[in-house]
């Protein structure tokens, strides 16, 4: 299956299924078309959720005869996801899904996606192609340094490294040193992982001058924003090539897109999915080129499909042949977040998380300030709480018991630790409206 | 038994001037003060000749506080008293949260104390002789103002 394009003379360039990847633009609408006439049928029969929000817009699956139709059905939203909490969107009875991820929701309930044993399958195979994209081939050692667990990021790199038939280290997170040891150990030459925690990887190589040991030759970065410029770090840094991977649970996980070497945009795989850019404001769809909310259309996932999700990531899309000869749309630099979700250390983070957390004081949430940066290469999550008369106390161990109190439910609530900090009250702004609550100083977009 | 006067306070320079200050414009005298820390925030610990008004002045200048229930004891001024005093208190299962002086002079030492049993704390000291101060005493130990 493994084809070479003309153009590799390096070992860079492949294509790891070129009869998808390098369609004609009519061959890809055909085959979407298809795709969604079909998915159509399937959803509107198996989930009713699907069935009653098309009933209410007036809808047949006899009226949608192919992606010129696209528009005229309902969006879905994380809202609906959490609605149907935890199996109400599945698409097949529960006994032919065989797995579960999970990402934070806005509240306590998790946002929760079911698979099918074909679903994992077309998972695989669209990893395959971003990491063959990326240079990787059944030659490489990869070390997969993203969680494994309920995040999709660990076993989807995995099952997708697997495939392409590269031998997989499954490191997950949270040891370095043990990271660095086996990737002398072992001559890894590839590394799948978030950016931020790569820079971390090599600054403690070069601490102890080990640079020179590693056999690394290519990274897969994602599952937070990161700069052309940390990418260039990297590169220089390491002597590697490093690539964009993107994706998100509710989807399917990482893999629905990566960008080549040629880094003209995150090739989406346009046989699985369908990608709309829409205004935020009027739910209009937008031509190529121009900036607005990605929305996914998923077209043969069968445990969880999504229609017309809206992913409210803000970015552009264009069309038309890349340098590296793929046809696939690319998804463009993401601008940032039609709602107020931000990706703290790879994971997602809902302000009304913390909000949820802070309520554990005694009920009511005073007044606080989520601040975000990045140190050193490391996200910074620390949250202001003014302190109040109801819940001060005279000896500093209550205090700093309440503290941690607040830092272990912000923990629980979101995944990640946060440094709380008690500030005398008046010291965060206040507003009639809408109190901001958020600051977020990293420079990403 | 008295009241003290516990103000949050961040650690940063002149935050705890800016209290004062409120305190000294409504004419609050200051009988004695105890400042804890940590890295990021503090604690002044006050006892005011004006309770009330202490108060209102540190809310007015929007400052968080509380009031808290501590024993001030007048110590005689010899080797080993306080630690008789301290002695009667362990005896009797108190615990000490925390303590400071309020003034010392030849003739003796004004100790402020929380104790995690005020009212009980105050019956062991006066069985053990020791001289327990009350709210209104509390003006004298400010001086003549």
Same mark, same amino acid.
């Given at each position: 299956?493994?084809?070479?394009?003309?153009?590799?003379?390096?070992?860079?360039?492949?294509?790891?299924n @070129?009869t998808?990847?390098?369609?004609?633009?009519?061959?890809?609408e055909?085959?979407?078309?298809?795709?969604?006439?079909?998915?159509?049928?399937?959803?509107?029969?198996?989930?009713?959720?699907?069935?009653?929000?098309?009933?209410?817009?007036?809808l047949?699956?006899?009226?949608?005869?192919?992606?010129?139709?696209?528009?005229?059905?309902?969006?879905?939203?994380?809202?609906? $996801?959490?609605?149907?909490?935890?199996?109400?969107?599945?698409?097949?009875?529960? *006994?032919?899904?065989?797995?579960?991820?999970?990402?934070?929701?806005?509240?306590?309930?998790?946002?929760?996606?079911?698979?099918?044993?074909?679903?994992?399958?077309?998972?695989?195979?669209?990893?395959?192609?971003?990491? *063959?994209?990326?240079? $990787?081939?059944?030659?490489?050692?990869?070390?997969?340094?993203?969680?494994?667990?309920?995040?999709?990021?660990?076993?989807?790199?995995?099952?997708?490294?697997?495939?392409? %038939?590269?031998?997989?280290?499954?490191?997950?997170?949270?040891? &370095?040193?043990? +990271?660095?040891?086996?990737?002398?150990?072992?001559?890894?030459?590839?590394?799948?992982?978030?950016?931020?925690?790569?820079?971390?990887?090599?600054?403690?190589?070069?601490?102890?001058g080990?640079?020179?040991?590693?056999?690394?030759?290519?990274?897969?970065?994602?599952? @937070?924003?990161?700069t052309?410029?940390?990418?260039?770090?990297?590169?220089?840094?390491?002597?590697?090539?490093?690539?964009?991977?993107? %994706?998100?649970?509710?989807?399917?996980?990482?893999?629905?897109?990566?960008?080549?070497?040629?880094?003209?945009?995150?090739?989406?795989?346009?046989?699985?999915? $369908?990608?709309?850019?829409?205004?935020?404001?009027?739910?209009?769809?937008?031509?190529?080129?121009?900036?607005?909310?990605?929305?996914?259309?998923?077209?043969?996932?069968?445990?969880?499909?999504?229609?017309?999700?809206?992913?409210?990531?803000?970015?552009?899309?264009?069309?038309?042949?890349?340098?590296?000869?793929?046809?696939?749309?690319?998804?463009?630099?993401?601008?940032?977040?039609?709602?107020?979700?931000?990706?703290?250390?790879?994971?997602?983070?809902?302000?009304?998380?913390? @909000?949820?957390? +802070?309520?554990e004081?005694?009920?009511? &949430?005073?007044?606080?300030? $989520?601040?975000?940066?990045?140190?050193?290469?490391?996200?910074?999550?620390?949250?202001?709480? @003014?302190?109040?008369?109801?819940?001060?106390?005279?000896?500093?161990?209550?205090?700093?018991?309440?503290?941690?109190?607040?830092?272990?439910?912000?923990?629980?609530?979101?995944?990640?630790?946060?440094?709380?900090?008690?500030?005398?009250?008046?010291?965060?702004?206040? *507003?009639?409206?809408?109190?901001?609550h958020?600051?977020?100083?990293?420079?990403?977009? | 038994? #008295?009241?003290?006067?516990? #103000?949050?306070?961040? =650690?940063?320079?002149?935050?705890?001037?800016?209290?004062?200050?409120?305190?000294? =414009? =409504?004419?609050? =005298?200051?009988?004695?003060?105890?400042?804890?820390?940590?890295?990021?925030?503090?604690?002044?610990?006050?006892?005011?000749?004006?309770?009330?008004?202490?108060?209102s002045?540190?809310?007015?200048g929007?400052?968080?506080?509380?009031?808290a229930? #501590?024993?001030?004891?007048?110590?005689?001024?010899?080797?080993?008293?306080?630690?008789?005093?301290?002695?009667?208190?362990?005896?009797?299962?108190?615990?000490v949260?925390?303590?400071?002086?309020?003034?010392?002079?030849?003739?003796?030492?004004?100790?402020?104390?929380?104790?995690?049993?005020?009212?009980?704390?105050?019956? #062991?000291?006066?069985?053990?002789?020791?001289e327990?101060?009350?709210?209104?005493?509390?003006?004298?130990?400010?001086?003549?103002?």
């Amino acid at each position: 299956m493994l084809v070479t394009a003309e153009s590799d003379k390096t070992g860079f360039f492949m294509y790891w299924n @070129e009869t998808k990847e390098c369609m004609s633009r009519d061959q890809i609408e055909e085959l979407q078309s298809k795709r969604l006439v079909k998915q159509i049928n399937r959803i509107y029969h198996n989930v009713e959720y699907y069935r009653k929000k098309m009933q209410e817009a007036g809808l047949e699956p006899s009226d949608i005869r192919g992606i010129e139709d696209l528009d005229k059905l309902p969006f879905t939203t994380y809202e609906d $996801i959490a609605k149907a909490y935890p199996f109400g969107l599945s698409a097949v009875p529960l *006994s032919e899904a065989v797995r579960v991820h999970a990402s934070s929701g806005t509240t306590g309930k998790p946002k929760i996606a079911i698979y099918t044993r074909k679903d994992i399958d077309i998972w695989s195979e669209c990893v395959a192609r971003c990491f *063959s994209m990326a240079g $990787i081939t059944k030659n490489d050692i990869i070390q997969v340094g993203y969680g494994y667990g309920l995040f999709t990021g660990g076993l989807g790199a995995h099952y997708g490294a697997e495939n392409l %038939g590269a031998l997989v280290i499954p490191m997950s997170t949270g040891n &370095t040193k043990k +990271l660095i040891d086996m990737m002398i150990d072992c001559g890894t030459t590839a590394i799948a992982c978030t950016p931020s925690y790569l820079l971390h990887v090599a600054e403690a190589l070069e601490a102890e001058g080990l640079v020179d040991k590693i056999k690394l030759k290519y990274a897969i970065c994602g599952a @937070e924003p990161w700069t052309d410029n940390m990418r260039k770090q990297i590169e220089e840094r390491l002597h590697i090539k490093a690539v964009d991977i993107y %994706g998100l649970t509710e989807i399917m996980g990482p893999g629905v897109a990566a960008d080549c070497e040629h880094h003209k945009g995150l090739h989406i795989w346009e046989d699985h999915f $369908i990608p709309e850019i829409i205004d935020p404001d009027t739910l209009e769809q937008l031509p190529a080129g121009q900036t607005g909310e990605l929305v996914i259309t998923t077209i043969t996932k069968e445990g969880m499909p999504l229609i017309r999700y809206r992913t409210r990531d803000l970015t552009s899309i264009e069309i038309g042949k890349c340098d590296c000869g793929r046809t696939m749309a690319r998804i463009q630099r993401f601008k940032g977040r039609s709602d107020d979700m931000l990706v703290i250390r790879g994971v997602n983070v809902f302000p009304s998380q913390v @909000e949820q957390a +802070l309520l554990e004081i005694d009920g009511t &949430t005073p007044n606080y300030m $989520i601040n975000v940066d990045r140190v050193d290469n490391n996200d910074t999550f620390e949250v202001q709480i @003014e302190v109040e008369e109801r819940f001060f106390s005279d000896e500093i161990r209550k205090l700093e018991e309440l503290r941690s109190k607040v830092e272990n439910s912000i923990h629980q609530m979101t995944g990640i630790k946060a440094k709380v900090r008690l500030v005398e009250p008046n010291a965060l702004p206040h *507003s009639d409206g809408k109190t901001k609550h958020v600051n977020d100083a990293r420079k990403l977009v | 038994m #008295v009241k003290q006067l516990s #103000v949050f306070l961040e =650690n940063k320079p002149g935050t705890l001037n800016k209290a004062l200050l409120m305190l000294k =414009n =409504n004419d609050v =005298n200051i009988v004695a003060i105890s400042l804890a820390d940590t890295s990021e925030f503090g604690l002044a610990r006050l006892i005011v000749d004006d309770l009330e008004k202490g108060r209102s002045a540190i809310r007015e200048g929007g400052y968080t506080s509380t009031l808290a229930d #501590v024993i001030a004891v007048r110590l005689a001024q010899r080797v080993g008293y306080l630690q008789e005093i301290l002695d009667k208190l362990s005896a009797a299962g108190i615990n000490v949260e925390y303590m400071y002086t309020a003034s010392t002079g030849p003739d003796g030492a004004d100790l402020i104390m929380k104790t995690s049993d005020p009212a009980k704390a105050e019956e #062991v000291l006066a069985e053990a002789k020791a001289e327990v101060l009350k709210q209104d005493d509390l003006r004298k130990l400010g001086g003549d103002n």
